[in-house]
Protein backbone atom coordinates (compact mmCIF):
# COMPACT_ATOMS: atom_id res chain seq x y z
CA UNK A 1 0.00 0.00 0.00
CA UNK A 2 2.93 2.71 0.79
CA UNK A 3 4.77 1.79 -2.13
CA UNK A 4 1.70 2.52 -4.18
CA UNK A 5 0.98 5.82 -2.75
CA UNK A 6 4.94 6.58 -2.71
CA UNK A 7 5.90 5.34 -6.26
CA UNK A 8 2.79 6.21 -8.10
CA UNK A 9 1.44 9.50 -6.59
CA UNK A 10 -2.20 8.60 -7.19
CA UNK A 11 -4.88 9.72 -4.77
CA UNK A 12 -6.75 7.39 -2.69
CA UNK A 13 -9.31 6.46 -4.64
CA UNK A 14 -7.15 5.46 -7.87
CA UNK A 15 -4.82 3.94 -5.45
CA UNK A 16 -7.81 1.76 -4.60
CA UNK A 17 -8.41 0.38 -8.11
CA UNK A 18 -4.74 0.82 -9.75
CA UNK A 19 -3.90 -2.91 -11.03
CA UNK A 20 -2.11 -5.24 -13.74
CA UNK A 21 -4.62 -3.95 -16.72
CA UNK A 22 -3.93 -0.81 -15.92
CA UNK A 23 0.01 -1.38 -17.14
CA UNK A 24 1.21 -1.45 -20.92
CA UNK A 25 5.01 -1.25 -21.48
CA UNK A 26 5.98 -0.35 -17.98
CA UNK A 27 3.61 2.78 -17.74
CA UNK A 28 0.51 3.01 -15.66
CA UNK A 29 -2.31 4.76 -17.45
CA UNK A 30 -5.94 5.26 -15.99
CA UNK A 31 -8.46 7.89 -16.36
CA UNK A 32 -8.72 9.88 -12.57
CA UNK A 33 -11.51 9.08 -10.13
CA UNK A 34 -11.83 13.02 -9.17
CA UNK A 35 -10.56 15.11 -11.92
CA UNK A 36 -11.47 12.30 -15.34
CA UNK A 37 -7.84 13.20 -16.87
CA UNK A 38 -5.54 10.79 -17.95
CA UNK A 39 -2.46 10.11 -15.81
CA UNK A 40 0.40 8.01 -16.84
CA UNK A 41 3.19 6.73 -14.74
CA UNK A 42 6.59 5.32 -15.19
CA UNK A 43 6.36 1.94 -13.12
CA UNK A 44 9.61 2.52 -11.37
CA UNK A 45 11.57 -0.99 -11.29
CA UNK A 46 11.37 -0.14 -6.93
CA UNK A 47 8.08 -0.81 -7.69
CA UNK A 48 8.16 -3.33 -9.77
CA UNK A 49 9.97 -5.33 -7.88
CA UNK A 50 8.15 -5.17 -4.75
CA UNK A 51 4.72 -5.67 -6.61
CA UNK A 52 6.34 -8.91 -8.21
CA UNK A 53 7.35 -10.03 -4.70
CA UNK A 54 4.01 -9.19 -2.84
CA UNK A 55 0.37 -10.85 -2.72
CA UNK A 56 -1.70 -8.27 -5.20
CA UNK A 57 -5.41 -8.93 -6.45
CA UNK A 58 -6.37 -9.73 -9.57
CA UNK A 59 -7.56 -6.23 -10.15
CA UNK A 60 -6.24 -4.10 -7.80
CA UNK A 61 -2.69 -4.16 -6.67
CA UNK A 62 -4.05 -3.44 -2.95
CA UNK A 63 -6.19 -5.70 -1.85
CA UNK A 64 -7.62 -7.13 1.43
CA UNK A 65 -6.41 -10.43 2.84
CA UNK A 66 -8.98 -12.11 0.98
CA UNK A 67 -8.07 -10.89 -2.17
CA UNK A 68 -10.32 -8.15 -3.06
CA UNK A 69 -9.76 -4.49 -3.52
CA UNK A 70 -10.77 -2.07 -1.12
CA UNK A 71 -13.37 0.53 -1.98
CA UNK A 72 -11.56 4.03 -1.32
CA UNK A 73 -12.96 4.87 1.99
CA UNK A 74 -12.16 1.29 3.33
CA UNK A 75 -8.43 1.79 1.48
CA UNK A 76 -8.40 4.61 3.71
CA UNK A 77 -9.39 3.62 7.31
CA UNK A 78 -6.94 0.68 6.48
CA UNK A 79 -3.87 3.02 5.93
CA UNK A 80 -5.16 5.89 8.75
CA UNK A 81 -5.25 2.83 11.24
CA UNK A 82 -0.94 1.49 10.02
CA UNK A 83 -0.23 5.51 10.50
CA UNK A 84 -1.72 5.31 13.77
CA UNK A 85 0.24 2.11 14.80
CA UNK A 86 3.24 4.47 14.59
CA UNK A 87 3.99 2.58 11.30
CA UNK A 88 3.79 5.98 9.22
CA UNK A 89 3.79 9.45 10.19
CA UNK A 90 1.99 11.00 6.70
CA UNK A 91 -1.39 10.76 5.10
CA UNK A 92 -1.73 9.31 1.87
CA UNK A 93 -1.97 12.58 0.43
CA UNK A 94 1.07 13.44 2.41
CA UNK A 95 2.42 10.80 0.30
CA UNK A 96 1.44 11.97 -2.87
CA UNK A 97 2.64 15.49 -2.26
CA UNK A 98 6.30 13.37 -1.69
CA UNK A 99 6.11 11.66 -5.02
CA UNK A 100 5.11 15.36 -6.65
CA UNK A 101 7.97 16.94 -4.84
CA UNK A 102 10.68 13.82 -5.53
CA UNK A 103 9.89 14.11 -9.14
CA UNK A 104 10.37 17.84 -9.16
CA UNK A 105 13.76 17.58 -7.73
CA UNK A 106 15.14 14.95 -10.12
CA UNK A 107 13.86 17.15 -13.09
CA UNK A 108 10.30 17.16 -13.79
CA UNK A 109 8.71 20.05 -15.76
CA UNK A 110 5.25 21.14 -14.48
CA UNK A 111 3.97 20.07 -17.87
CA UNK A 112 5.20 16.30 -16.40
CA UNK A 113 4.00 16.50 -13.26
CA UNK A 114 0.78 18.02 -14.61
CA UNK A 115 0.83 14.59 -16.74
CA UNK A 116 1.90 12.24 -13.84
CA UNK A 117 0.02 13.10 -11.33
CA UNK A 118 -3.32 14.32 -12.85
CA UNK A 119 -3.29 18.11 -12.11
CA UNK A 120 -5.51 20.67 -14.42
CA UNK A 121 -4.47 23.94 -12.47
CA UNK A 122 -0.93 24.57 -13.59
CA UNK A 123 -0.79 26.60 -10.87
CA UNK A 124 -0.82 23.91 -8.71
CA UNK A 125 2.45 21.86 -10.29
CA UNK A 126 4.28 24.94 -10.33
CA UNK A 127 4.32 25.08 -6.13
CA UNK A 128 6.76 21.56 -6.67
CA UNK A 129 9.08 23.11 -9.64
CA UNK A 130 9.42 26.30 -8.41
CA UNK A 131 10.55 24.51 -4.62
CA UNK A 132 12.88 22.18 -6.75
CA UNK A 133 14.27 25.27 -9.01
CA UNK A 134 15.19 27.20 -6.06
CA UNK A 135 17.08 24.34 -4.49
CA UNK A 136 19.07 24.20 -7.52
CA UNK A 137 19.54 27.60 -7.85
CA UNK A 138 21.15 27.48 -4.66
CA UNK A 139 23.42 24.62 -5.31
CA UNK A 140 24.55 26.63 -8.41
CA UNK A 141 25.23 29.83 -6.43
CA UNK A 142 27.20 28.08 -3.95
CA UNK A 143 29.40 27.01 -6.72
CA UNK A 144 30.02 30.88 -7.18
CA UNK A 145 28.86 32.95 -4.78
Same mark, same amino acid.
Given at each position: ?????????????????????????????????????????????????????????DLAFICSSQGRPYVKEAL??? /?????????????????????????????????????? /?????????????????????????????
Open positions: MLDVYLYTGLRRGDAARVGKQHVRNGVISLQTEKTKEWVHVPLLDVLKRMLDGSPTGGTV /FKKACAAGILKKSAHGLRKAAATRAAENGATTHELMAI /FGRVDIKEAEIYTRAANRKRLLARCEAWC
